[in-house]
């Protein structure tokens, strides 16, 4: 889940940042890969999410309890803030490709948020409704339904113990004839080694933006740019200023709102990726963050203190006005056709 319109930007700071890996590196003799997609044993299976079953999938006439576990990996329609319309319209459906990749096909006549008492997040305020993703590690507030992590990469873990260069590696494509859309990562991080977190004050979500349409754009300036390596089909970018940082819902010294605060780290638009093969470093995204915190926010050893949890991916969508309140149709498809991470690996040789 994310917020990309709730509130304005707090601290904003004039500066110009320029963020490189500061965490320690871990020592490995041969970089290993954690492939979630492809998946072929899944080929063929269909799972469909409604504003009835949001988090997860119908089941005849009931709602299963969470998103399929696919080896490695989570399927979570995750419509968070979808309001129920009477009668109820449209779904969400996730359907694998003979070769094992992810379909995703929204189809929302009708989209308007969610605000009843017992909704996620009753008083949002963003045009999202949905974060449709394929995760890996432990589901927010959801963990017991989470897939066991790989020995490689085992989450939670500590951002100073991570591997030197965690290289994550997606090829997708997407369309969208009525929707306000991006296409992202979205990593929960908590200050503490539970196995068992959820979204309370000190949580810090960053979302690390690939792709979105300009309705997306958070309606704040930028806090800083930032210097993160990423490739494009292949080809690698040092990120030189690439990125743009922008922060909802943190304050001073750790402090952040009841449920969390945000970091987007936006790749700039003459940068964006519609489609191909995209590969980001999570370790320097993630020391990038360390570094603007304690910069622009008096934070202290971020690296040290906090633990990631979780690094899904996939599209948030909401109706094509991108009003908070709007509940217009959301239309769209996004094709996931992998979905990996190298450990001690470049962007430039991801070994994906």
Same mark, same amino acid.
């Given at each position: 889940m994310?917020? !990309? !319109?709730?509130?304005i930007?707090?601290?904003?700071s004039?500066?110009l940042l320029v963020f490189g ?5 871990v ?7 954690i492939? +979630?997609?492809?998946?072929?044993s ?7 999410w409604?504003?009835?079953?949001? +988090? ?6 009931h ?11 989570q399927?979570?329609g *995750?419509?968070?803030?979808?309001g129920v319309?009477?009668?109820?319209e449209?779904?969400?459906r996730m359907?694998?490709?003979p ?7 929204g189809e ?6 969610c605000t009843?008492?017992?909704?996620l ?10 974060y449709?993703?394929?995760?890996y590690?432990k ?15 085992r ?6 113990a991570?591997?030197t ?5 997606t090829?997708?494509?997407?369309q969208?004839?009525q929707t306000?859309y *991006?296409?992202?990562?979205d990593?929960? +991080?908590n200050?503490?080694?539970t196995?068992?977190?959820c ?11 690939t ?11 930028p ?14 970018h040092?990120?030189?200023?690439a ?9 001073r010294?750790?402090k ?11 790749? *700039?638009?003459g940068?964006?990726v519609?489609a191909?093969?995209v590969?980001?470093d999570?370790t ?20 040290s ?5 979780t ?6 969508v909401?109706?094509a ?12 498809t996004?094709?996931?056709?992998s979905y ?6 470049t962007?430039?040789?991801?070994k994906?």
């Amino acid at each position: 889940m994310a917020s !990309a !319109a709730m509130v304005i930007v707090l601290g904003v700071s004039t500066g110009l940042l320029v963020f490189g890996n500061q965490t320690p590196a871990v020592a490995a003799t041969q970089p290993d890969t954690i492939r +979630l997609l492809p998946a072929p044993s899944a080929s063929g299976r269909v799972w469909n999410w409604s504003a009835a079953c949001p +988090l997860g999938p119908r089941a005849g006439a009931h709602c299963e309890g969470a998103g399929p576990v696919l080896g490695r990996a989570q399927l979570n329609g *995750d419509e968070w803030n979808l309001g129920v319309t009477t009668p109820a319209e449209g779904d969400v459906r996730m359907s694998m490709t003979p070769t094992g990749g992810l379909t995703v096909r929204g189809e929302l006549p009708v989209a308007p948020p969610c605000t009843a008492a017992t909704c996620l997040a009753p008083s949002a305020n963003t045009w999202v409704r949905a974060y449709t993703n394929v995760a890996y590690g432990k589901n927010p507030c959801r963990a017991a339904t989470s897939p066991a992590s790989d020995p490689a990469l085992r989450l939670p873990v500590k951002v100073s113990a991570l591997p030197t260069d965690l290289v994550g590696t997606t090829s997708y494509s997407s369309q969208g004839s009525q929707t306000t859309y *991006d296409i992202a990562y979205d990593m929960w +991080l908590n200050p503490s080694g539970t196995q068992y977190p959820c979204r309370t004050q000190g949580t810090v979500e960053v979302m690390v933006w690939t792709d979105y349409d300009r309705q997306a754009l958070l309606p704040s300036a930028p806090v800083a740019s930032a210097s993160i390596p990423y490739a494009v089909n292949g080809v690698a970018h040092d990120g030189t200023n690439a990125w743009s940082a922008y922060v909802i819902n943190v304050d001073r010294s750790g402090k952040t709102s009841s449920y969390g605060g945000t970091v987007f780290l936006v790749l *700039d638009a003459g940068d964006v990726v519609p489609a191909g093969t995209v590969s980001v470093d999570v370790t320097k995204a993630l020391s990038a963050v360390g570094n603007l915190l304690a910069q622009d926010y008096g934070w202290r050893n971020f690296a040290s203190h906090y633990w990631l949890d979780t690094i899904p991916f996939g599209m948030e969508v909401g109706p094509a006005s991108a009003q908070p309140w709007g509940n217009g149709s959301t239309d769209f498809t996004l094709q996931l056709a992998s979905y990996c991470f190298g450990l001690n690996a470049t962007v430039a040789n991801p070994k994906c």
